[in-house]
């Protein structure tokens, strides 16, 4: 079994929020913003198979992921910023579709990536908003990481 490194998923993350964002605007294909990606960023130290998953999955399930979104937002999807959309649209995803990964770390680092690419205090928009998400989309996993008891 392969040992999952944090850091290299964290650029994961990282990379796929730009291949995103850059998608939004351009409507590129996977393998062109992959390719320009590459051709711009040493991405040595980047978990390529999970960059490779969070993109695709995203750009595959993102009617799924912003009808499981949608709810938990106070404005609609469409009035975000690409970048926060974006956030969390790859935050969703992994929630709904990568359960081998925690909770507790995909809102960290949603948080994290809103802290350094997102608009001044747009993080704590994104926390709120995935907070809400995490707790209907992996309620036992979130209760018991938040000491709640069921049906708080």
């Given at each position: 079994m392969t040992m999952i490194k944090p850091q290299?998923?964290?650029?994961?993350?990282?990379?796929?929020?730009?291949?995103?964002?850059?998608?939004?605007?351009?409507?590129?294909?996977?393998?062109?913003?992959?390719?320009?990606?590459?051709?711009?960023?040493?991405?040595?130290?980047?978990d390529m198979d999970y960059f490779?998953?969070?993109?695709?999955?995203?750009?595959s399930h993102v009617n799924s992921l912003d009808e499981a979104l949608s709810?938990?937002?106070?404005?609609?999807?469409?009035?975000?910023?690409?970048?926060?959309?974006?956030?969390?649209?790859l935050s969703t995803f992994e929630l709904t579709l990568r359960l081998d990964v925690p909770c507790r770390?995909?809102?960290?680092?949603?948080?994290?990536?809103?802290?350094?690419?997102?608009?001044?205090?747009?993080?704590?928009f994104v926390n709120a908003a995935l907070d809400k998400v995490a707790a209907q989309l992996r309620k036992t996993e979130y209760q018991n990481h938040n000491g709640n008891s069921a049906g708080e």
């Open positions: 290299a998923r964290h650029k994961a993350r990282r990379f796929a929020l730009q291949a995103l964002y850059q998608q939004h605007f351009t409507q590129a294909s996977f393998n062109e913003i992959k390719r320009d990606l590459l051709s711009e960023n040493n991405m040595a130290k980047v490779d998953a969070l993109v695709q999955g995203v750009i709810p938990y937002l106070a404005r609609p999807l469409t009035e975000l910023d690409p970048i926060t959309r974006s956030i969390l649209r770390v995909v809102l960290d680092e949603a948080v994290q990536l809103a802290k350094i690419f997102g608009a001044e205090e747009s993080y704590t």
